[in-house]
């Protein structure tokens, strides 16, 4: 193999490779403990249903120390609504996932909760209020009144990712046993009443 030909097999494994060392840092400034989604309603308003759900993101201190350094943390939140059948597969009625994105302003000196579907914008004073904040969703309108039959039986579930620090794609190609940045929970399910 001549040299040229063997430069980026070279580039790749050093990359690799100190990815690799790099890892425990990383590892150590991951997000911490489970993820999961408390409880979830879907309440009627105004001919829209809304969604109301509280969820569990626990985050240790090196993420609250991160938060303050400028390093950004998002949250989505998925929601998928079924109609029941008995003798065919469910049907979906709506699927939706709502990205939300917290980053401290250092000019501010204030959290900025971010409503990337919605582009609305909200500033918090500390980090536990923007947690706080971040782990409650309240009245997000979801689907139409119109598309939720009575006579019908229906199945609602959500679930909360959270994704810790900005680290790229590529590197998150090559780290990818390393999971400390980004957690899931489980589907949260229930039946909601139309």
């Known amino acids: 193999m001549n040299a040229q030909r063997s430069k980026p097999i070279l580039l790749l494994a050093s990359a690799v490779l100190s990815v690799g060392l790099a890892a425990p840092a990383i590892r150590a400034d991951g997000?911490?403990?489970?993820?999961?989604?408390?409880?979830?309603?879907?309440?009627?308003?105004?001919?829209?249903?809304h969604l109301n759900a509280r969820m569990d993101l626990p985050v240790g201190d090196a993420v609250r120390r991160g938060l303050a350094d400028g390093v950004p943390l998002t949250v989505e939140l998925d929601l998928d609504i079924e109609r029941v059948r008995q003798l065919l597969p469910n049907s979906r009625v709506a699927e939706l996932t709502q990205r939300y994105h917290l980053q401290y302003n250092a000019v501010s000196a204030r959290y900025i909760l971010h409503n990337d579907n919605s582009g609305q914008?909200?500033?918090?004073?500390t980090v536990d209020a923007a947690l706080e904040r971040l782990s409650e969703v309240r009245s997000l309108p979801v689907l139409d009144q119109s598309l939720m039959a009575s006579n019908r039986r229906y199945e609602a579930s959500v679930r909360v990712k959270a994704d810790y620090g900005a680290v790229p794609f590529t590197l998150r190609l090559l780290m990818f046993w390393v999971s400390d940045w980004h957690r899931e929970s489980d589907w949260y399910t229930w039946t909601p009443q139309p």
Not at 121 to 125: A, C, L, R, V
Request: hydrophobic residues 35%; without cysteine.
């Open 31 to 49: 997000l911490e403990g489970r993820f999961e989604v408390r409880s979830a309603d879907l309440e009627l308003k105004d001919g829209v249903y």
């Open 121 to 125: 914008q909200e500033s918090i004073g």
